[in-house]
């Protein structure tokens, strides 16, 4: 991809109403050292874990392991597939927790923004401005928030449709595009699980 | 100067407040973000960057920043003063061979323009521990009756019980409010 096409803003990504077709920006755009750890959901009410995935500690020939990928293995990267017990949708508050680490320069805005869709429809979107980053700092955020009540009937379309919910999520350093990563949501009955 | 930008600071939009949390290493502040919100608190690493929470507390969207307290971190606090509505100062009430140094890094605090209106909450942290100092002791250290032109106040509280930690965030968020969104 040409360096020109790849200069997404963010107030480009704010105006998406789709997921995208492929990433925005290669992974060489990240040329931060910015690397994410782990991501939890947990329930807050009652504190218990709903989800959580931990990276492999960082290996000094990552660098190198980057520069030669196939696409397939590039989609494997950037992209992850999340399952949650269909009990997720209903719970009343959750918390999201994103710990990440920065390389040995300091980033003075860093930002997210991270779009959210239903069948091809924006249900949810957000918009976070860490600011500054300290050099080689490990660093977490908790967002803590009601879910807004779905539908029941989207609920249950959602149960039924498994990876019809995705997201794309954006990272800008100075507002340049640095990182775009992808998820797709799957919600499974407990009680049909076997 | 200070009051005007206070008043003109109506956030008409959005309610939601900035507080920053900044304290010595080992202070507790990160056990305090992570009980108020209730998480597990058996395992807490030195922070060595930040801890952000958001949340939504009463009606206003609360942004905690805990930023580690190391000395190699301090000079990088700096970084997070703008749009600063609340600074909470956590105080290892226990640990008095560092309680100058504490005192130092809160004086160094106040004098800084861009937090000239924030309102100071100091909690006077693990009030758990036997022979920790009291408020009134931490107030006195600190120095606090010599604020005058900054709405302050000292909670005691412990990370661990988790007590006097809402009584503390009730504080802060009460004043912001009564300074910043007066003309609801």
Redesign the interface.
């Known amino acids: 991809m040409p360096a020109e096409d790849s200069r997404f803003t963010a107030a480009d990504v704010l105006r998406f109403t789709a997921p995208t077709e492929g990433y925005l920006c290669p992974l060489s755009a990240n040329r931060y050292g910015i690397r994410f750890n782990s991501f939890k959901v947990?329930d807050?009410?009652s504190?218990a874990a709903l989800f959580e995935v931990r990276a492999p500690p960082a290996s000094d020939d990552e660098q190198i392991i980057v520069d030669d990928l196939t696409p397939e293995q590039e989609v494997q990267i950037r992209s992850i597939r999340y399952q949650f017990p269909s009990t997720v949708l209903s719970l009343k508050r959750i918390?999201t927790t994103l710990e990440f680490?920065?390389g040995p320069e300091p980033l003075n805005t860093f930002r997210m923004i991270e779009r959210h869709y239903f069948r091809e429809m924006l249900i949810r979107s957000y918009d976070?401005d860490?600011?500054?980053?300290?050099p080689?700092?490990?660093?977490?955020?908790?967002?803590?928030?009601?879910i807004p009540t779905l539908d029941p009937a989207i609920q249950r379309d959602m149960v039924a449709n498994p990876y019809m919910a995705k997201s794309d999520s954006f990272y800008f350093v100075n507002d340049e595009l640095v990182m775009h990563n992808k998820a797709e949501y799957s919600y499974f009955d407990e009680a049909a699980a076997t | 100067m200070g009051l005007l930008t206070i008043l003109k600071k109506v956030k008409q939009k959005e309610r939601e407040l900035r507080l920053l949390v900044l304290g010595l290493d080992n202070a507790g502040k990160t056990t305090i973000v992570k009980k108020f919100n209730g998480e597990d608190i058996d395992t807490i690493a030195p922070t060595l960057g930040f801890n952000i929470k958001t949340l939504e507390y009463k009606e206003y969207k609360l942004n905690l920043w805990d930023i580690g307290g190391q000395t190699s971190l301090r000079s990088y606090w700096r970084n997070y003063f703008e749009q600063t509505d609340g600074l909470i100062w956590v105080v290892d009430s226990a640990d008095k061979r560092r309680l100058l140094d504490c005192k130092a890094e809160l004086e160094k605090l106040l004098v800084e323009e861009r937090l000239a209106g924030a309102s100071l909450l100091v909690f006077a942290n693990k009030q758990d521990i036997v022979g920790a100092l009291s408020p009134e002791e931490i107030q006195q250290v600190l120095g606090l009756d010599a604020i005058t032109r900054r709405h302050w106040c000292i909670c005691s509280c412990s990370a661990v019980t988790g007590e006097g930690l809402v009584a503390g965030v009730d504080w802060m968020v009460a004043d912001i409010a009564s300074r910043i969104f007066l003309y609801d």
């Open positions: 947990r807050v009410d504190n918390g680490s920065i976070f860490f600011g500054f980053c300290i080689n700092s490990t660093n977490t955020w908790e967002a803590i928030y009601d």
